[in-house]
């Protein structure tokens, strides 16, 4: 295999690995309204996303600017926990809230820091960013890109064949979210 | 982690068991040269559980065992091979992580090598081994696991 193949396979498993489930969480909390006739919103927000955390992940890996890990480490579940709260509202309810790209984009950053934390733990001082940070981000993008794509059917498989309304799977969701993230926020007390 | 207090940005946050490591393959020598850095935590948490030692690694108490007990571990851990020797070299011991340096002479005219990377396996279930082969042409890169802990490698000599 070589360098660049590793590091897609890295940056996708980092993502799409149920072990580390805070960012699947929050991807179910940003996108649980949505079905896919939302597509266009869905891409706002899926964009806002990646921008923001690829601007942290490449600034922290190229060691430009680094907050400490575990201020990080807290933060992210606390973008689940105000993702999840919002969610209550009329706006978080909407499948084309502006507010709720803005927070895909805001909290994007926070972890796009987290991204890099392991990103740091596999890479060499030698490493360069074609060959290693490039492809571990497109990793992460396609990694990402899935399990949108698997919250939409699980959210169509629903709503068609069990007639649960897109509304109830979002407080549902919001439930569980904010109750797995609070317990990892209080687990990471910086 | 509860009470833990931030200092610095260059703390690692250790929720993964991965480890990644640089082999160089010297085609005028035949020599395997390899870097290996490993969480220093994890390290000492080995040598405790296989050797029963407190290591105190890098630090004024450190156990005179240390380096040849993990010359020990990773020349059963580490394998290439057709290897016909295992070189200590050394190590550099962070706060984070420990970098652990070593050779490994195989025959000069090697062009692919079967390594086996079983390091920290016997600590961790998920443990993941990174390891970047670097020759003339370029370089190759594999990845260990517990289902896969081994791999072939071909040498580029030109």
Same mark, same amino acid.
């Given at each position: 295999?070589?360098?660049?193949?590793? @590091?897609? $396979?890295? =940056?996708?498993?980092?993502?799409?690995?149920? $072990?580390?489930?805070?960012?699947?969480?929050?991807?179910?909390?940003?996108?649980?309204?949505? $079905?896919?006739? !939302?597509?266009?919103?869905? %891409?706002? &927000?899926?964009? *806002?996303?990646?921008?923001? !955390?690829?601007?942290?992940?490449?600034? *922290?890996?190229?060691?430009?600017? $680094?907050?400490? *890990?575990?201020? %990080?480490?807290?933060?992210?579940?606390?973008?689940?926990?105000?993702?999840?709260?919002?969610?209550?509202?009329? *706006?978080? &309810?909407?499948? =084309?809230?502006?507010?709720?790209?803005?927070?895909?984009?805001?909290?994007?950053?926070? !972890?796009?820091? =987290?991204?890099?934390? @392991? @990103?740091?733990?596999?890479?060499l001082?030698?490493?360069?960013?074609?060959?290693?940070?490039?492809?571990?981000?497109? /990793? %992460?993008?396609? =990694?990402?890109?899935?399990?949108?794509?698997?919250?939409?059917?699980?959210?169509?498989?629903?709503?068609?064949?069990?007639?649960?309304?897109?509304?109830?799977?979002?407080?549902?969701?919001? /439930?569980?979210?904010?109750?797995?993230?609070?317990?990892?926020?209080?687990?990471?007390?910086? | 982690?509860?009470?833990?207090?931030?200092?610095?940005?260059?703390?690692?946050?250790? +929720?993964?068991?991965?480890s990644v490591a640089e082999a160089e393959f010297d085609?005028?020598t035949g020599r395997v040269k390899v870097a290996m850095k490993l969480f220093t935590?994890d390290l000492e948490a080995m040598l405790k559980k296989n050797f029963d030692v407190a290591p105190y690694l890098g630090g004024?108490n450190e156990d005179g065992r240390v380096d040849s007990l993990l010359t020990n571990y990773l020349s059963t851990r580490f394998r290439i091979k057709g290897e016909t020797e295992f070189q200590w070299v050394g190590k550099e011991v962070n706060? +984070?992580a420990t970098w652990l340096y070593f050779t490994i002479q195989m025959d000069?005219?090697?062009?692919?090598i079967?390594i086996t990377h079983s390091v920290f396996f016997d600590m961790?279930? +998920?443990?993941?081994n990174?390891l970047h082969l670097r020759?003339?042409?370029?370089?190759?890169?594999?990845?260990?696991?517990?289902?896969?802990?081994?791999?072939?490698?071909?040498?580029?000599?030109?």
């Amino acid at each position: 295999m070589n360098e660049f193949t590793l @590091y897609l $396979r890295l =940056g996708f498993e980092h993502i799409a690995d149920i $072990r580390a489930f805070d960012h699947i969480l929050f991807l179910l909390t940003l996108t649980a309204i949505a $079905r896919f006739k !939302h597509w266009k919103w869905l %891409i706002w &927000m899926v964009t *806002a996303f990646t921008l923001c !955390h690829t601007l942290t992940l490449i600034m *922290a890996g190229l060691n430009i600017y $680094r907050p400490p *890990a575990s201020w %990080i480490e807290f933060l992210i579940p606390v973008t689940i926990l105000v993702t999840a709260l919002f969610n209550l509202t009329k *706006a978080g &309810m909407d499948p =084309g809230s502006r507010a709720k790209v803005f927070m895909a984009g805001v909290f994007g950053l926070v !972890h796009g820091f =987290g991204f890099s934390n @392991y @990103y740091r733990m596999i890479v060499l001082d030698s490493s360069d960013i074609w060959t290693s940070l490039l492809p571990f981000t497109v /990793g %992460i993008e396609l =990694g990402q890109l899935l399990i949108v794509l698997i919250i939409l059917l699980i959210g169509a498989l629903l709503e068609f064949v069990f007639k649960v309304k897109p509304r109830d799977w979002n407080l549902f969701t919001s /439930g569980v979210a904010f109750g797995l993230a609070l317990y990892l926020a209080m687990n990471n007390w910086p | 982690m509860v009470g833990n207090l931030p200092l610095s940005g260059d703390e690692i946050r250790h +929720d993964y068991f991965v480890s990644v490591a640089e082999a160089e393959f010297d085609p005028s020598t035949g020599r395997v040269k390899v870097a290996m850095k490993l969480f220093t935590d994890d390290l000492e948490a080995m040598l405790k559980k296989n050797f029963d030692v407190a290591p105190y690694l890098g630090g004024p108490n450190e156990d005179g065992r240390v380096d040849s007990l993990l010359t020990n571990y990773l020349s059963t851990r580490f394998r290439i091979k057709g290897e016909t020797e295992f070189q200590w070299v050394g190590k550099e011991v962070n706060p +984070d992580a420990t970098w652990l340096y070593f050779t490994i002479q195989m025959d000069r005219n090697t062009t692919e090598i079967t390594i086996t990377h079983s390091v920290f396996f016997d600590m961790f279930e +998920d443990q993941v081994n990174i390891l970047h082969l670097r020759g003339v042409g370029g370089t190759s890169s594999a990845y260990f696991n517990k289902e896969k802990p081994q791999q072939i490698l071909t040498i580029r000599h030109e």
